[in-house]
């Protein structure tokens, strides 16, 4: 098993930036594919960004292409979110998930998932 624990949300102004990171621990020698979800208040839980092992490999959901980044640092066994020109509607809790097979936007298909870090977006 892995344990996944997120970190960097915080209260921002609309345009800043923001790297969110995701630590995992446990069986960390394994090729875990990792993903950020969101989840505004109020509405579903939804796909962000997600990157393969090697992290030659990434996929964007469309309202945050060209703003974020998803990346890993395998030795410090970290995922980041690097968030440039953060918008309102960016304000969410954030959350790491991790899968040995899976990578894609289907939340379900992930099997480990950390506790969420909150993000707010002011105007």
């Known amino acids: 098993q892995v344990q996944l624990v997120e970190s960097g949300g915080g209260l921002v102004q609309a345009g800043d930036s923001l790297r969110l990171s995701c630590a995992a621990a446990g069986r960390t020698r394994n090729s875990y594919k990792m993903a950020w979800f969101r989840q505004a208040p109020g509405k579903e839980r939804e796909f962000v960004a997600a990157i393969n092992w090697s992290g030659d490999t990434t996929y964007y959901a469309d309202s945050v292409k060209g703003r974020f980044t998803i990346s890993r640092d395998n030795a410090k066994t970290t995922v980041y979110l690097q968030k440039n020109m953060l918008q309102p509607e960016d304000t969410a809790v954030y959350y790491c998930?991790?899968?040995?097979?899976?990578?894609?936007?289907?939340?379900?298909?992930?099997?480990?998932w950390g506790q969420g870090t909150k993000v707010t977006v002011s105007s």
């Open positions: 998930a991790g899968d040995l097979r899976y990578l894609g936007a289907t939340l379900g298909r992930y099997g480990y």
